[in-house]
């Protein structure tokens, strides 16, 4: 009777390790998946914000040859590539969101948005130069001290967010890390304690 009892209880004992080994094993598909999923959002963010600074950048240097060059095809060229950014950018802040992110990388590329609206409100004022044949009052506009400024700020801006998004990244992976080494170590225990047992019961049994 003693035998049968201790029989029942090493069978619940197994069926108990049983189902925190898949727990455990579970957790650990879990976090391998988290840390993967955290390296390719990096990836994909950074590509985005890559995306971004070029279009900007691309952007003013065709409006910059138009004015100082005063040749149509890179007006035409700036027309076509105005606002590109602005869907990127809309992109990468509702991405932050579904993400959790920290509220200091949506407040970055809100302060990016922000800066490249200032930077076209001067380009706005760079073709009226253009377009009413006060072609110094244009050069001097794209030129200027206050468009290279703000047109600066926009790559420090570009700058900051990829090193704090690094940052994040790199926490997320060492969170995942963690929860990956922890549940390692649970599987390989509760699979031992289950091998024990099983062993143990067959003992028993002859």
Request: charged share 25%; no cysteine.
């Amino acid at each position: 009777m003693k035998i049968s009892r201790m029989l029942k209880i090493m069978i619940i004992v197994i069926l108990l390790l049983l189902i925190l080994n898949g727990i455990s094993i579970s957790s650990l598909i879990s976090s391998m998946n988290e840390r993967t999923d955290a390296i390719e959002e990096e990836l994909e963010l950074k590509e985005l914000s890559s995306k971004i600074y070029e279009s900007i950048n691309f952007r003013s240097e065709q409006l910059s040859n138009y004015a100082l060059l005063e040749k149509s095809q890179y007006l035409h060229a700036y027309n076509s590539s105005s606002n590109m950014e602005e869907p990127l950018i809309k992109k990468v802040m509702d991405r932050l969101k579904k993400l959790d992110a920290p509220e200091k990388l949506i407040r970055i590329m809100n302060e990016l948005k922000v800066g490249n609206e200032n930077l076209l409100t001067i380009e706005s004022e760079v073709l009226k130069g253009m377009e009413s044949g006060d072609v110094g009052r244009a050069q001097a506009l794209i030129t200027g001290e206050g468009y290279k400024v703000k047109k600066s700020a926009l790559k420090g801006y570009m700058d900051v967010f990829e090193k704090e998004l690094g940052d994040w990244v790199s926490l997320r992976s060492k969170d995942a890390q963690s929860t990956f080494e922890n549940s390692l170590h649970i599987a390989i225990s509760s699979v031992a304690f289950v091998s024990i047992f099983i062993i143990t019961f067959l003992n028993f049994r002859t």
